[in-house]
């Protein structure tokens, strides 16, 4: 395994910390592998993607997690 030397903000920091904190990850070592991992992977490096067919990625996901207010079951009596 690879080691590389990077800096971070104080506040990545405090949010990596805080992950581990709640239990998300066992140590800051496997949480930024695992967030680096991740970012990576959004990048599709394994295709060649272009950066409009990621940005429509993204957007699609995000509209597809939105719900609509008019659909929902709450039923407010006046």
Do not use: H, W
């Amino acid at each position: 395994m690879s080691k590389v030397k990077v800096s971070l903000s104080d506040q990545t920091v405090t949010d990596i910390e805080r992950l581990v904190e709640q239990g998300e990850f066992i140590n800051q070592d496997q949480a930024i592998e695992d967030l680096l991992k991740r970012g990576v992977s959004a990048y599709n490096t394994t295709e060649e993607s272009t950066e409009s067919e990621l940005d429509d990625q993204m957007f699609g996901q995000t509209a597809a997690d939105q719900q609509d207010p008019a659909m929902q079951d709450d039923d407010y009596g006046f």
